[in-house]
């Protein structure tokens, strides 16, 4: 376990009494029952989902519990998870032989369709002297162009520098690139007539490492579909990608970083910001939604050379496993599917040639 874990930055420790501590039973990213206990208590007691957030990191511990299993194939696990201070680590995960009960809350979301959704971080800065700022969204409907809940502290002010650019769900890749195109005019437009600059890189400042976060309502999170993600977007997307600092693939951008959301499904939050990649960016919305809504394609095993070259960022190792990846879904593509892969690759610059 420690081995495997190791791979993805993850800190497998003793456990401390201490320490705060979570255990989690689940199947396939879902939590069925959470469990939690404070530093220096005797017992468990349980909470719910829309709980964690009581906790300094709670939920960031809820994510790692869940990824620990899906990195060493656990799909009905019990994970055991502890934070000191700001350090989390693992304490075990193993198989779970019985279901736990479902301790879950009520989602008032009706829609059963199944949706393309996305939020995208970046920051703004002042153009006569490169601070970072709060941007101005008042003409613009706070549910798509918002604040992320990180804080940025000035003396004894905080403010909340990371913006996000909320889509409204769509059902197709290119709709939700509209979508994004839209959002990003109206940004734009507001960061001129403010005298702001948009900044779109992965590390912008500090700790803030931003993201590019996709959405797909009524459908629960599985090891394949999650699987299918990173190997078939977020790997081969780190080919392309100038990565600024490590870090963030160390972190939130760990491969099968997932939370489940408030529409019936989940969100897929390993790929950095991608701002940058909206207007010339077709390839990547078509091949999106590919990939989110093809159920034809199988679970896909990445090999540990891609995933450490993933974490290391050695591209030409990465780029030969990826081809390996791709050579093998090509039978469970429709002609019109390997038209759109092969643009996704030569978009990539992957050399690749289909048959």
Same mark, same amino acid.
């Given at each position: 376990?420690?081995?495997?874990?190791?791979?993805?930055?993850?800190?497998?420790?003793?456990?401390?009494?201490?320490?705060?501590?979570?255990? $989690?039973?689940?199947?396939?990213?879902?939590?069925?029952?959470?469990?939690?206990?404070?530093?220096?208590?005797?017992?468990?007691?349980?909470?719910?989902?829309?709980?964690?957030?009581?906790?300094?990191?709670?939920?960031?511990?809820?994510?790692?519990?869940? *990824?620990? @299993?899906?990195?060493?194939?656990?799909?009905?696990?019990?994970?055991?998870?502890?934070?000191?201070?700001?350090?989390?680590? $693992?304490?075990?995960?193993?198989?779970?032989?019985?279901?736990?009960?479902?301790?879950?809350?009520?989602?008032?979301?009706?829609?059963?369709?199944?949706?393309?959704?996305? #939020?995208?971080?970046?920051?703004?800065?002042?153009?006569?002297?490169?601070?970072?700022?709060?941007?101005?969204?008042? #003409?613009?409907?706070?549910?798509?162009?918002?604040?992320?809940?990180?804080? !940025?502290?000035?003396?004894?002010?905080?403010?909340? /520098?990371?913006?996000?650019?909320?889509?409204?769900?769509?059902?197709?890749?290119?709709?939700?690139?509209?979508?994004?195109?839209?959002?990003?005019?109206?940004?734009?437009?507001? @960061?001129?007539?403010?005298?702001?600059?948009?900044? @779109?890189?992965?590390?912008?400042?500090?700790?803030?490492? !931003?993201?590019?976060?996709?959405?797909?309502?009524?459908?629960?999170?599985?090891?394949?579909?999650?699987?299918?993600?990173?190997?078939?977007?977020?790997?081969?997307?780190?080919?392309?990608?100038?990565?600024?600092?490590?870090?963030?693939?160390?972190?939130?951008?760990?491969?099968?970083?997932?939370?489940?959301?408030?529409?019936?499904?989940?969100?897929?939050?390993?790929?950095?910001?991608?701002?940058?990649?909206?207007? #010339?960016?077709?390839?990547?919305?078509?091949? !999106?939604?590919? $990939?989110?809504?093809?159920?034809?394609?199988?679970?896909?095993?990445?090999? /540990?050379?891609?995933?450490?070259?993933?974490?290391?960022?050695?591209?030409? $190792?990465?780029?030969?496993?990826?081809?390996?990846?791709?050579?093998?879904?090509?039978?469970?593509?429709?002609?019109?599917?390997?038209?759109? *892969?092969?643009?996704?690759?030569?978009?990539?610059?992957?050399?690749?040639?289909?048959?």
């Amino acid at each position: 376990m420690e081995e495997i874990l190791s791979v993805h930055n993850i800190k497998v420790t003793n456990e401390n009494n201490n320490a705060f501590q979570l255990i $989690v039973h689940g199947e396939e990213f879902f939590p069925q029952r959470i469990q939690v206990q404070l530093p220096g208590e005797q017992s468990f007691s349980m909470i719910r989902r829309k709980e964690i957030n009581r906790f300094y990191l709670g939920q960031e511990l809820l994510d790692l519990a869940m *990824m620990s @299993a899906y990195y060493l194939n656990i799909p009905a696990f019990t994970s055991h998870i502890q934070r000191r201070g700001k350090e989390i680590s $693992v304490i075990s995960v193993h198989h779970s032989s019985t279901p736990s009960p479902y301790i879950g809350d009520n989602n008032p979301y009706k829609n059963t369709q199944k949706l393309l959704g996305a #939020d995208l971080e970046v920051m703004a800065r002042k153009r006569i002297n490169g601070s970072f700022v709060a941007i101005p969204v008042s #003409d613009v409907s706070q549910e798509q162009i918002g604040v992320d809940r990180a804080l !940025l502290r000035k003396g004894n002010k905080f403010f909340q /520098p990371i913006i996000e650019l909320r889509a409204r769900p769509q059902e197709t890749g290119l709709k939700l690139q509209r979508e994004f195109l839209r959002l990003k005019k109206a940004l734009e437009n507001r @960061a001129v007539k403010n005298q702001l600059n948009i900044v @779109a890189e992965e590390n912008p400042k500090g700790r803030f490492l !931003l993201g590019g976060h996709i959405h797909i309502s009524n459908e629960r999170p599985s090891y394949r579909k999650v699987a299918l993600l990173d190997a078939l977007i977020a790997l081969p997307f780190s080919c392309k990608y100038e990565h600024t600092n490590p870090s963030r693939r160390q972190s939130f951008g760990r491969l099968g970083a997932v939370r489940i959301n408030s529409f019936n499904g989940f969100e897929y939050r390993t790929l950095p910001t991608w701002y940058k990649f909206i207007d #010339d960016g077709e390839t990547f919305f078509r091949w !999106l939604e590919i $990939v989110f809504l093809n159920e034809k394609i199988p679970f896909v095993t990445i090999p /540990p050379e891609a995933i450490r070259a993933y974490y290391s960022e050695e591209k030409k $190792v990465l780029q030969r496993e990826v081809i390996k990846i791709f050579s093998g879904i090509q039978e469970f593509l429709t002609h019109k599917e390997k038209e759109v *892969m092969k643009n996704w690759l030569r978009w990539l610059d992957i050399p690749y040639t289909i048959d």
